[in-house]
């Protein structure tokens, strides 16, 4: 099916789709990312509603099944207002791109971004030469919306995880890690866990702060801790990063006072793969970032 048949098949489904999220709505799961599919934007000689055809097709098979809530789009939306847009309709996420013609088909540059903070979480490339293609982007892009907003595995299984000590050589050790690790840039994403949003955005404060005092260059990314490489990777490379910290607030102590940790992963960004899980103890938010970061940039134990 060429392109003239995908868009022949896209205006006949516009007014199925809208029904169709209308009843999902009702019955959608509330811990469900909610996303809105805007058009695509058209490249080349590509026909004008070539975009707001692919976008159609996209967004019901995305709602396929539901896990993924799909919000309608604006008639008026364009890429100025795409950020407003989502977050007006209650979108944590949207999913937008390019098309352009490719070999009697076309080539689709796929975004998903963060409705927060405007910045791309996700991408990809494909061609596509009929609406099943388009399907199958639908399906890739279901899942990495599912991967991205999917909670942090569970450690309970894992036994405990390496804690931070504060013996001379552990001192020592530490100050010769960070030595090796000075200027590099890493990536703090969001904090997951127990608490407040107060006291984990406290917790990531505490954690960048904690590693500039060991020399690492940290930045904070807003978006949630990405699930798998290529996640890792879109991060990373949008904030320049050489590793990405993932961490976990846990608090046995409740809202008002703090004794608990802060668990945090390191991640390559070249691979997405995770170099090292630790966790940091203390009676205050602070401390545990403190016995964190330095647990992240202590060397690896010896092998016996």
């Not at 099916?1 to 789709?17: D, E, F, K, Y």
């Not at 989502?86 to 998903?112: D, H, M």
Request: charged share 15%; proline share 6%; glycine share 10%.
């Amino acid at each position: 099916m060429h392109i003239a048949r995908v868009r022949a098949l896209g205006a006949s489904l516009v007014v199925a789709l809208l029904l169709a999220l209308g009843v999902r709505g009702a019955f959608a799961d509330t811990a469900a990312p909610v996303v809105v599919v805007f058009p695509f934007q058209p490249n080349g000689n590509v026909p004008e509603k070539m975009g707001e055809q692919i976008a159609t097709l996209l967004a019901q098979h995305i709602a396929d099944g539901g896990q993924v809530v799909v919000k309608a789009a604006p008639a008026a939306s364009t890429p100025k207002t795409f950020q407003h847009d989502a977050q007006a309709a209650g979108a944590a996420y949207y999913v937008t791109g390019y098309v352009t013609p490719f070999a009697g088909g076309v080539s689709l540059v796929e975004y998903v971004v963060s409705a927060r903070t405007g910045t791309a979480v996700y991408s990809a490339t494909a061609t596509a030469g009929n609406a099943t293609d388009i399907e199958s982007q639908a399906y890739v892009l279901k899942q990495a919306l599912l991967a991205i907003t999917a909670p942090p595995p569970s450690t309970a299984d894992a036994g405990p995880a390496p804690t931070a000590t504060a013996t001379p050589a552990a001192a020592a050790a530490t100050r010769e890690a960070a030595a090796a690790v000075a200027g590099q840039r890493w990536v703090v994403v969001e904090v997951g866990g127990g608490g407040d949003a107060a006291q984990r955005t406290q917790a990531r404060q505490a954690l960048i702060a904690s590693l500039k005092g060991k020399g690492v260059v940290a930045v904070a990314d807003d978006d949630p801790a990405p699930e798998g490489p290529a996640l890792a990777r879109v991060i990373c490379e949008q904030n320049g990063g050489a590793r990405l910290v993932a961490a976990t607030l846990r608090n046995v102590r409740g809202a008002r006072s703090f004794d608990g940790s802060i668990d945090a992963t390191l991640l390559d960004c070249a691979t997405g793969a995770a170099q090292r899980t630790v966790s940091g103890s203390g009676r205050s938010v602070e401390q545990a970032a403190q016995a964190a970061a330095s647990a992240l940039v202590a060397p690896p134990p010896k092998r016996r």
